[in-house]
């Protein structure tokens, strides 16, 4: 099966311009989740879709950050207007159900705002 | 609330040789999952093994092992006869039932020839 596809994969955006992050999850996996790293920090979680429902969006630093997921399928990421602070690595990750075990993780879209 | 933390930063082996990563965590909690997680240069996260808190044995995966020490609240990751493929971002990171991931600020593991 497809694993979870991210992209860009690089982004490189001057501070005060929009972007918009893609991730399309493994087919039929109603879990969808976004997490971020910041250079040398944690990996820390932003929020958490399912289906197309926000069903934990307390990881969302301010209202310059919004998600989608149209339809349940693939979600967006939009950061308008950037910062210099967004720079990071941004994950997604998908997973069937409720479980109690890892889930799988894209390779990520690194964003660098300068 | 819950932590992970990871003492170190940055780690090296030499090929076919034994490491140790250390992760401890913070939770108030008696029931909870642990993860290691390993990002290589490509830059996809793979889970390389998974602790249930309840279990006392600790888990193995191949060459890959934990130190799961449950009233200390730590978690440490040993790999054995390591390999140059081992080289990658290691993190470790906590899980309560169905919520969200905290992870830890990572290893860099460099394997040398």
């Known amino acids: 099966e497809a694993g979870v596809t991210q992209f860009p994969s690089h982004s490189v955006i001057e501070k005060g311009q929009t972007v918009t992050l893609r991730c399309d999850p493994i087919s039929g996996h109603d879990n969808l989740y976004w997490y971020r790293r910041v250079m040398g920090k944690e990996i820390k979680f932003l929020l958490h879709f399912v289906k197309e429902s926000k069903q934990d969006e307390s990881g969302m630093p301010n209202n310059r950050f919004l998600a989608e997921r149209t339809g349940g399928t693939y979600s967006t990421l939009k950061v308008q207007p950037a910062e210099l602070e967004d720079s990071g690595v941004y994950f997604c990750?998908?997973?069937?159900?409720?479980?109690?075990?890892?889930?799988?993780f894209g390779s990520g879209t690194r964003l660098t705002v300068v | 609330a819950q932590t992970v933390t990871q003492s170190q930063p940055e780690m090296s082996v030499q090929e076919a040789e034994t490491v140790t990563l250390s992760c401890t965590y913070d939770t108030s909690e008696s029931d909870y999952y642990l993860f290691w997680y390993k990002q290589p240069p490509s830059r996809q996260m793979i889970l390389v093994i998974r602790q249930e808190a309840y279990k006392q044995q600790n888990a193995t995966e191949n060459r890959f092992s934990v130190n799961f020490q449950k009233a200390a609240k730590s978690f440490s990751l040993k790999i054995s006869d390591s390999q140059l493929g081992d080289a990658a971002m290691y993190f470790c990171?906590?899980?309560?039932?169905?919520?969200?991931?905290?992870f830890g600020t990572g290893t860099r593991l460099q394997v040398f020839p």
């Open positions: 990171a906590y899980r309560r039932y169905t919520d969200k991931l905290i």
């Open positions: 990750a998908s997973s069937q159900g409720p479980v109690n075990y890892g889930y799988t």
